[in-house]
């Protein structure tokens, strides 16, 4: 499969969940290349923002910063490689995260198969952009779906990034979370909308302030916090950015 690329190795580490429900928790992070999203704002661009390809990022715009290079970012691993690598850390709460984990869907397959058939009591979750139905039996093997569906925010076009029947099928699994991206005010009318064209249980909402550095969390935290509160939502920071700011492999 084919994984982000961290030095010589695969992106693959072990650090404390920073994110949605399950933040503070011990966990191996398996970070995946690819993307069929490309949002404005993504902190992994090294997933997706190669070298001739046409989409825009944020970054794009900061003097010294080049789109990658392919060879650079990513690096080729069996589900075996990558199963002796997780076993190694001993922490059996794992997070398939990217990109978008779902475009490796047989692989990781495998892969929780390997694990399980060590016949430990394994946890997976998976972080997935909510644009693609997971299979029966990906639905089957995943713990938890921290579903991050994408807004108007992120610059992706709609056709790309709403896709409701996918939102309604996770929700259905009863094993999703909701973790919306919030930047303005104006993203909880529109979260609000969709929740209503979908039908999402409120009590597994989730809104986090984007920011990659702790003076953009704390500025939209300042106003997203209380209005969580009074939605009756769950807020949640992004605790990694916050103690170890924006860093690959935390
Ligand atoms: N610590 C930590 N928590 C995270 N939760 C979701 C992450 C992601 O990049 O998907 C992430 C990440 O990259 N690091
Ligand atoms: S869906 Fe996630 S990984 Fe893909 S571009 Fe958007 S933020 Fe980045
Ligand atoms: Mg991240």
Redesign the pocket.
Known sequence: MKLARLGDGAEI?F??????VG?GAP?V?V?LSLCNLHCVWC??DHTWNFQGTPWAHEKDSVPGYRKHRKDDVIIEKSAEQVAEIVRGFGCRRV?L??GEPLLHEAELLVLMKLLRDDGKDWFFEM?TNGSRMPNEETLAAIDQF?V?AKLRNSGVAETLRRKPEVLRGLAASGNAWFKFVVQVEEDISEILDLVEVTGLPMNRLILMPEGRTVEELDRIAGWLAGRCRDLGVRFSD???VR??GDKRG?
């Open positions: 580490f650090t404390l969940q920073g994110e949605g933040v966990a992070f970070r902190d992994t997070v995260t990217g972080e921290n991050s992004r605790l990694h103690l170890w935390v």
